[in-house]
């Protein structure tokens, strides 16, 4: 982390990670990572119903992690900051290394 930031920059920062903390959106980044996607597509994709699906794209919308495209009467999302699947690499591959350690030590 940089030094001297300021409360401001810290608290966007928060905000940031929080939005990432629902695994639900997490899934839709996930399926998002593979190019454009519906409403409709992204229900099928994660199994959620379409309310909360439309709720999770509209707070990823808002803070400007997806973006939306209107085509007729169809909306498609896709990915409006990339740099969120560096962070996720990043959290996923330091998590395998824990989780291979935790088994390793309890012998499984």
């Not at 920062?13 to 597509?41: N, W, Y």
């Not at 996720?88 to 030590?105: A, T």
Request: charged share 20%.
């Amino acid at each position: 982390m940089q030094e001297n930031m300021s409360e401001e920059m810290l608290e966007l920062i928060a905000q940031r990670f929080r939005i990432l903390s629902d695994p639900m959106r997490l899934r839709i980044l996930h399926h998002l990572q593979s190019g454009e996607k519906s409403v409709g597509q992204l229900v099928q994709a994660t199994g959620a119903s379409q309310p909360n699906v439309s709720k999770h794209l509209s707070t990823l919308k808002t803070h400007g992690l997806v973006r939306r495209r209107q085509d007729g009467n169809m909306a498609y999302f896709s990915i409006g900051s990339p740099f969120v699947f560096d962070l996720c690499s990043s959290v996923c591959s330091n998590m395998k290394v824990e989780w291979e350690q935790r088994q390793s030590l309890l012998g499984t």
